[in-house]
């Protein structure tokens, strides 16, 4: 099997997938202007897609007050610093600093501006 998309309630999905497609590299691949305002987006990759949406049947979680470690989307990067950086300029929240791990990794984890958690991961052995 393979994996279609991972999907999570936004208040705003819009907005959200906005600030996605703008800072986060994803291109919009259905996106509706109504209600659940769904939108799905692909990564640089096009391989990697995840679902926005809100859907009144469901109560939106507070991400915000949520352990990132429960549930978190991770990124490659290849400058954690920098990414990291441009992140908060945007809007993004800090969760701590960058770790920097035995095994060479680099790991970072912020919110964005909605406070979903988010994650930047240089490995120091690439996994994909």
Not at 33 to 38: D, L, V
Not at 98 to 103: N, S, V
Request: charged share 25%.
């Amino acid at each position: 099997m393979k994996i279609e998309h991972v999907a999570w309630q936004a208040k705003d999905p819009v907005k959200v997938a906005g600030w996605y497609v703008e800072h986060l590299g994803f291109q919009v691949k259905r996106g509706f202007k109504e209600p659940p305002y769904a939108h799905f987006l692909a990564d640089s990759t096009g391989q990697v897609m995840i679902e926005i949406y809100n859907n009144p049947k469901a109560s939106i979680p507070d991400y915000g007050k949520q352990h990132p470690l429960l549930l978190h989307l991770a990124f490659v990067s290849e400058d954690v610093a920098a990414d990291r950086a441009r992140l908060i300029a945007a809007g993004a929240k800090p969760e701590g600093e960058i770790d920097k791990l035995p095994d060479g990794d680099e790991l970072c984890m912020l919110r964005d501006p909605w406070g979903f958690p988010i994650q930047l991961a240089k490995r120091g052995r690439r996994m994909v």
